[in-house]
């Protein structure tokens, strides 16, 4: 294999553990996963711009808890995703 090749490999197991922590966060979680959508201001809840941002939250390193969110919810730590998400949404309108 070259270099392209693997760095594909790579991009692409990348995408697919992000489709899994999305789905699995879908699943287990569903109200997190509509404040996700308000959180990222990315319009409606499972839209492209949805998933690829929060895709990227819960698989990268998030300095308040000290892991990444999918690994805080692994643990248990499902107050302290919640209250990341809630912090960043903006206020809810009745």
Not at 55 to 80: C, D, H
Request: net charge negative; with cysteine.
């Amino acid at each position: 294999m070259d270099t392209t090749s693997d760095m594909n490999t790579v991009v692409r197991a990348v995408m697919q553990a992000r489709s899994l922590a999305i789905e699995t966060l879908r699943q287990l979680y569903p109200d997190l996963y509509e404040l996700s959508a308000r959180a990222f201001s990315a319009g409606p809840a499972g839209g492209p711009f949805h998933h690829q941002r929060l895709g990227e939250f819960l698989t990268e390193w998030n300095n308040a808890l000290g892991q990444s969110p999918i690994q805080a919810l692994a643990m248990g730590r499902v107050l302290k995703v919640e209250a990341l998400l809630a912090g960043r949404a903006p206020p809810y309108e009745c």
